[in-house]
């Protein structure tokens, strides 16, 4: 048996046979525009303190549910994401968030630790983060790390020094734990369909990998795989040479193969043959693809999450992305320069997953571990008090 996602305040499981209610949200492309081997349960052990930050009035008055604040701060090798919400009839509503890019692994490849000036970059964020925590009168928080702290030399030094200059308390998840929250935070995005499904997650530091069986009203984990390749660190593995077309083709090839040889064992246990390979990303890879196949002047999430779209225009953009020097990816207006260099790599990883898992459709969240984190503490919350959650 594999591992269950737990369900979630959110109604309306999308598994085989369970009832929709309301209207279907999922969106097509058309009304839109109208070297590491994989890695299983070998992460290393996380720092043991509290991670459930407790934060304002706790007190159980009528209605608690609806008037909490909870938190989910996801601190990635790229950026640094927090989402603040109250529960209600539908899932939650946010009412505050927060996202900035503060690249904590850059150099950590070559170097084996998190930068001075990365760490400063990243305490600035959380600082940001903390001040939002307080004025929001947050009751209960998860704050969680991932691939940067969990390889990083001084990582330990990191969290330390995060808990005494912002007060927050980052968990070091294990990469088990980041997949089993992008699952559960984006699972409802997935199409309805046969056979199990794959749910992807390119990170800065890492990609995770999740196979899923939709069966039931809560989809079942059946397998999965974490490498150690995403955006950050196989960029700074895989350099340009120069901005010729031979360099830039050079380099991409490098790109593919490396994640291809680190996909390879995960590759090898997937079903041949079996169901529709329904496919879902989230990611900022597969967001900011999305973005440019709808030719969009600005990025905007109401029209990109739970966007369905060909696999084969995935594909394409990746290759016209990946012939093209960093100048001229950031012409495009939803890269910029701020993501110019580090887009090629997510189409190389992106490519590769199509290899193993060769579906004809992609599906694309805007939602991912803070959302997955938020039901869980929603969840564990009304369990405590007695009471479900609306």
């Known amino acids: 048996m594999g591992d269950p996602i737990a369900p979630s305040p959110q109604k309306g499981g999308r598994g085989k046979g369970a009832r929709k209610k309301g209207p279907n949200r999922r969106k097509s492309a058309d009304a839109a525009t109208g070297g590491g081997a994989s890695r299983e349960n070998n992460a290393k052990q996380a720092p043991k303190f509290s991670h459930e930050n407790r934060f304002g009035d706790q007190s159980g008055r009528g209605g608690w549910l609806g008037r ?61 983060c903390a001040d939002k925590l307080k004025r929001r009168n947050v009751v209960l928080a998860r704050s969680v790390a991932t691939e940067a702290c969990r390889q990083a030399l001084n990582g330990t030094q990191f969290i330390e020094r995060v808990k005494q200059e912002t007060g927050i308390m980052l968990d070091v998840i294990s990469p088990k734990e980041e997949a089993r929250l992008a699952v559960m935070g984006c699972h409802a995005l997935l199409e309805p369909g046969e056979g199990p499904a794959l749910i992807f997650d390119i990170g800065g530091g890492s990609t995770e990998l999740v196979l899923v069986s939709t069966d039931g009203i809560v989809p079942e984990i059946l397998d999965w795989a974490s490498v150690p390749w995403g955006v950050v660190s196989l960029t700074e593995s895989e350099p340009l040479d120069g901005e010729d077309d031979a360099a830039l083709a050079d380099a991409y090839h490098r790109m593919r193969t490396k994640v291809s040889n680190a996909f390879a064992e995960f590759a090898a246990r997937l079903p041949v043959g079996q169901g529709d390979h329904r496919l879902l990303g989230t990611s900022g890879t597969v967001t900011t693809l999305a973005s440019v196949y709808l030719k969009l002047q600005s990025y905007d999430r109401k029209q990109i999450d739970g966007l369905h779209l060909p696999t084969s225009a995935m594909r394409e953009i990746s290759q016209t992305l990946a012939a093209l020097p960093p100048s001229g990816r950031a012409k495009f207006p939803t890269i910029g320069h701020e993501r110019s260099d580090l887009v090629v790599a997510g189409c190389a990883i992106l490519e590769t997953i199509f290899d193993i898992w060769p579906g004809e459709r992609l599906g694309v969240a805007d939602r991912g571990i803070r959302e997955g984190i938020l039901r869980a503490l929603m969840a564990s919350d009304a369990k405590r008090r007695g009471k479900r959650p609306a």
Do not use: H, P, Q, W
């Open 68 to 128: 909490t604040a909870y938190a989910a701060l996801d601190l990635g090798t790229n950026n640094c994401r927090l989402l603040i919400a109250r529960a209600s009839n539908d899932g939650f509503t946010v009412v505050d968030a927060f996202s900035r890019v503060v690249r904590l692994g850059e150099g950590l490849a070559s170097t084996g630790k998190m930068s001075e000036e990365a760490m400063d970059r990243a305490i600035e964020a959380l600082s940001v």
